[in-house]
């Protein structure tokens, strides 16, 4: 709504008032005569009442008035926390974690106030890797044609239990996970803020750096087995015209299908560039 700075009176500030209803405008005897009031004092006045609502709640309109944004809904900041929390603690529980606790540790809680009439509030998806000790979700307040009105971060402190693959013995890099001997774990992951890798991941590789005995097995720390490996002794091919040949060389560093490899040939010493056919198998030439 649209008020004349010439006919506006005293902000009342009630304490007791609800947050999401204007302050009462109130007209003195004086002011009715004067038919004027300071612009600066109603703006003084209203920016302390709207310090303690989320949403902008007037705007000066020129010389002449003043526009008020009357809220249409609130929402109480329990409420969000409330379901905030129930999202978080099922995609944990989804996700594989075990003895799921989530806490909410948003500091001021302030009630949402939006300006249209809303339809709903939605969970905006998790989407991350590693868990970590303090997660924030947050929610978005829409309106009937799904337009999001105000949106809300809540913040929780999370605990969750979760399975971790150790060495049970110091492991080298280039050693393979699967004939590894290994100790299954429950530790809190949300504490160690690691991203573990499960048995499923195992297979086909090995360790790309070196893990300690007890140390919690990441994805991070795992790699595909290389086709060739360095030292591997490989068969070299090349054609020479219409005639191919075969020949062997070592492998100088660890490569995959359709990587270029560097080799030393077995008879010669000769060092060349080919490319990775299959496990074992290095194709030099166009």
Request: proline fraction near 5%; aromatic fraction near 4%.
């Amino acid at each position: 709504m649209q008020v004349e700075l010439s006919r506006l009176g005293a902000v009342r500030l009630d304490p007791a008032q609800d947050e999401n209803k204007l302050p009462t405008i109130e007209l003195s005897p004086r002011q009715l005569s004067a038919e004027s009031i300071s612009k600066v004092e109603i703006e003084k006045q209203l920016a302390r009442w709207s310090s303690n609502a989320s949403m902008p709640s007037w705007r000066l309109e020129g010389p002449d008035h003043i526009q008020l944004k009357v809220a249409a809904a609130k929402i109480d900041p329990d409420a969000l926390e409330e379901k905030a929390g129930a999202y978080l603690k099922r995609w944990l529980v989804e996700a594989g974690f075990q003895e799921v606790e989530v806490t909410p540790v948003s500091a001021r809680k302030r009630n949402i106030l939006v300006s249209k009439q809303m339809a709903g509030i939605q969970v905006r998806p998790l989407e991350m890797g590693v868990l970590s000790r303090r997660i924030c979700v947050w929610m978005d307040i829409v309106d009937a044609s799904g337009a999001v009105l105000n949106s809300a971060p809540v913040w929780f402190e999370v605990s969750a239990m979760g399975e971790v693959w150790t060495p049970s013995v110091d492991a080298d890099r280039g050693m393979s996970v699967g004939s590894h001997p290994l100790k299954r774990e429950l530790i809190d992951v949300a504490a160690a803020g690691i991203e573990p890798a499960l048995k499923k991941d195992f297979e086909g590789k090995e360790f790309s750096k070196r893990v300690g005995a007890g140390q919690p097995i990441t994805k991070d720390m795992l790699r595909a087995v290389p086709e060739v490996k360095n030292g591997d002794v490989v068969s070299v091919e090349v054609r020479v015209g219409t005639v191919y040949l075969r020949s062997r060389a070592e492998a100088m560093h660890d490569a995959y299908v359709g990587d270029r490899v560097k080799l030393k040939s077995v008879s010669s010493g000769e060092t060349m560039l080919g490319v990775v056919l299959s496990a074992g198998r290095v194709w030099i030439g166009s």
